[in-house]
């Protein structure tokens, strides 16, 4: 699952049983919360404290991963997190609701092309 927030970018996934192993199957129970750039994943860990503040952003220091950026975290407190992202919704355009951070010109600027994107898909 992909979701564009106002924090930034972030994609959701099952964990695997077992550890990373590409071959083993998904885990049902556990979420690999994952990031491109930090700042995106420090703003959720920043807005939810009381949901994240005991996981903990790890870094993928050698580039062996799709996403920089993971946390692990039980699938019950993603299901609550994405409940309070909708929850927190006030804005009537969400490009303009996004918070301010390090990057957030250039997370802007990706949102619009995938704007553009996607309003091509409906022409």
């Known amino acids: 699952m992909w979701l564009f927030t106002k924090y930034g970018f972030i994609s959701a996934v099952n964990a695997r049983l077992g550890g990373p192993n590409r071959s083993s199957p998904p885990d049902p129970s ?22 994240l503040s005991g996981f903990e952003i790890n870094e993928d220091t050698v580039g062996q991963r799709d996403y920089k950026y993971i946390a692990i975290v039980p699938k019950a407190v993603w299901v609550r997190l994405v409940s309070e992202l909708a929850n927190e919704m006030n804005y009537p355009k969400f490009k303009s609701s996004l918070i301010d951070f390090d ?6 600027d990706s949102l619009l092309d995938v704007w553009n994107l996607m309003y091509e898909t409906q022409k």
């Open 30 to 51: 556990l979420i690999v919360i994952r990031a491109r750039v930090r700042s995106h994943m420090q703003n959720l860990f920043n807005a939810f404290p009381s949901l």
């Open 103 to 108: 990057g957030k010109n250039d997370y802007h």
